[in-house]
């Protein structure tokens, strides 16, 4: 005799399908609700379905020991039980956020930010100042000294007879010292580009402007240098007349000299000048005035005596052994004050 299994049941067949369809069940989770809505049903229509069919309840975790821990093993850590360290609350990675703390002032961040402009002198508000001034100084001197100008570039070709008198005023003669200083500026500026362009980028200074600083302390310098070297000089060899004569023409050549080089500087700062154009045109000034300076010397000394062999030791030593001293010196600051990786 076979015994049935009480557990299995059977369904009547000949239950209608009619029936299971006329009770529904409610919905359980929200696919179950979308189903139950057009196919266009705007997301809104969508979200206030599932909020009428279900309803949030509070989740409440069973308080009953879990015995269903593997054999040998210890019972395992309720999940509800943290006890981390105090400082992992206080200490995160967004700790120091402002967006973290509501106490802290916010800033607000729009778009996205894009690759850093590259380094200018246009855009250097010292560089843009010293040339500001610079073009303010020249137009007033051209304002005021339009007619000395012209009358000492004549003398330089045909000297009067009264050449050997002074015949400059003090104004004349205190604006070519500040066109002198202009000058030292705009070669302290030269010698600045050219070295953070061709020697090195990086310096031990603290910043750019110390090394131009250093630059320009170096140049006023060699001109004060320059000035004492040849007063000094020509005192002992020379009359006072012709000394002082000599000295006036010299820092007539030194003012101008700011004045022709100046362009170079506007246009290799503001307009993007080839930097070896720029350095033929400033080789081509500074032999310029060493040959009017040489021949400066050679009209108000060695004119009326001959001496062909004196004035070229005059001029070589008391000319270009001090430029090859100044730049001789400026590579030596160099090669000191760059970082060499």
Not at 115 to 127: G, R
Request: proline fraction near 5%; glycine fraction near 4%.
């Amino acid at each position: 005799m076979i015994i049935g299994d009480s557990i299995q049941t059977t369904i009547d067949a000949t239950v209608p399908e009619a029936i299971v369809e006329d009770h529904p069940t409610k919905p359980q989770t929200p696919y179950q609700v979308l189903r139950l809505l057009p196919k266009d049903a705007t997301p809104a229509q969508q979200d206030s379905a599932i909020q009428a069919w279900l309803e949030p309840r509070e989740i409440r975790y069973s308080e009953r020991p879990d015995t269903l821990h593997l054999p040998g093993e210890s019972i395992p850590k309720d999940l509800k039980a943290v006890s981390l360290p105090q400082q992992y609350y206080r200490e995160n990675f967004f700790s120091n956020d402002s967006l973290y703390h509501e106490e802290l002032s916010a800033q607000d961040y729009y778009g996205m930010a894009g690759d850093p402009m590259p380094y200018s002198y246009a855009n250097d508000n010292l560089v843009t100042s010293l040339l500001i001034l610079g073009f303010i100084l020249i137009a007033f001197a051209f304002s005021r000294m339009s007619n000395f100008i012209v009358g000492q570039a004549k003398n330089f070709i045909h000297p009067s007879q009264n050449s050997l008198s002074l015949s400059e005023t003090s104004g004349e003669i205190y604006m070519q010292i500040v066109l002198t200083g202009l000058t030292c500026i705009v070669y302290a500026l030269l010698y600045y580009l050219y070295a953070t362009e061709f020697l090195a980028t990086t310096y031990v200074t603290s910043s750019e402007y110390a090394l131009l600083g250093i630059f320009l302390g170096v140049f006023v310098g060699y001109y004060l240098l320059r000035f004492g070297l040849y007063s000094m000089v020509n005192n002992l060899f020379f009359d006072s007349g012709r000394n002082k004569k000599f000295l006036t023409s010299l820092l007539y050549l030194s003012s101008l000299e700011g004045l022709l080089l100046y362009p170079a500087l506007a246009l290799l700062a503001f307009k993007h000048l080839p930097a070896q154009n720029a350095i033929w045109y400033c080789i081509f000034v500074l032999i310029l005035v060493k040959i009017l300076t040489f021949y400066k010397s050679f009209t108000i000394f060695f004119k009326q005596n001959d001496l062909f062999l004196q004035i070229i030791l005059y001029f070589c030593a008391l000319e270009m052994v001090p430029l090859i001293s100044l730049w001789g010196g400026l590579s030596v600051i160099v090669d000191i004050l760059k970082i060499n990786f």
